[in-house]
């Protein structure tokens, strides 16, 4: 499996995360603009957890993994 095809599917699973287990667009906009800005941030993936950020920003419930949690 390459990168795109990979990213693709990451996509589709977060769009059929049912409404109550998703956030909305702009709370998941909002924490990945901080993921993005993260010097644990390495090609999508947290280094706190080893999570794929995309995956991890997406669901109601989850938090940003480090001490000083930014989102
Ligand atoms: S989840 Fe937290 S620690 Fe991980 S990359 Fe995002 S902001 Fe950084």
Redesign the pocket.
């Known amino acids: 499996m390459d990168y795109d095809e990979f990213a693709d599917n990451i996509l589709s699973y977060v769009k059929k995360l049912p409404a109550d287990k998703r956030v909305s667009e702009e709370e998941y906009q909002r924490r990945l603009s ?2 993005r800005e ?1 010097e ?2 390495r090609s999508g993936m ?1 280094l ?2 080893g999570c794929y ?1 995309e995956l ?1 920003a997406a669901k109601t419930g989850s938090r ?3 001490v000083n949690k ?2």
């Open positions: 901080l993921c993260c644990s941030l947290c706190k957890c950020v991890r940003c993994p480090d930014k989102w």
